[in-house]
């Protein structure tokens, strides 16, 4: 992943119509970033805006948290945005976790939430 910025992408199950709404919302912006995204959430993205430069990645289930927490520790990835569904158990939670704590660890910007969202890309177009 040399070269360029690059922003993680990760949504919830009953988040990834969301994610992939903003994705298309924001592709303009987006459009100068390299995206790497866990596996379905990439896949929506993709769908929602095909001419993004998009890595999928293992589902987060299945390793992808980890495989983000580990390009953001070797400082491939430059912000996060994890559309968080609070309102669901999760089995993978440790992971999730995991990878928050990886992400204040290495000071990079994340957001949970559209709203937290939105004033990151805000920040990141300027």
């Known amino acids: ?6 922003l993680a992408l990760i949504a919830h199950d009953q988040k990834k119509d969301d994610m992939a709404e903003f994705a298309r919302r924001n592709r303009e912006t987006f459009a100068s970033w390299k995206i790497v995204a866990t596996g379905t959430t990439g896949g929506r993205v993709i769908e ?8 999928r990645l293992k589902s987060g289930p299945l390793g992808g948290d980890q495989q983000i927490g580990a390009l953001i520790a070797t400082g491939e990835v430059d912000a996060l945005i994890f559309f968080v569904d609070p309102l669901t158990p999760m089995p993978h939670d440790v ?4 990878l928050m ?11 949970l939430n559209e709203a ?3 004033k990151l890309i805000a920040t990141l177009h300027a």
């Open 101 to 111: 704590r990886l992400a204040i660890v290495y000071d990079i910007p994340m957001a």
């Open 48 to 55: 929602a805006a095909p001419d993004l430069d998009v890595t």
């Open 95 to 98: 992971d999730v976790k995991a």
């Open 116 to 118: 937290t969202a939105d």
């Open 1 to 6: 992943m040399a070269g360029g910025k690059c």
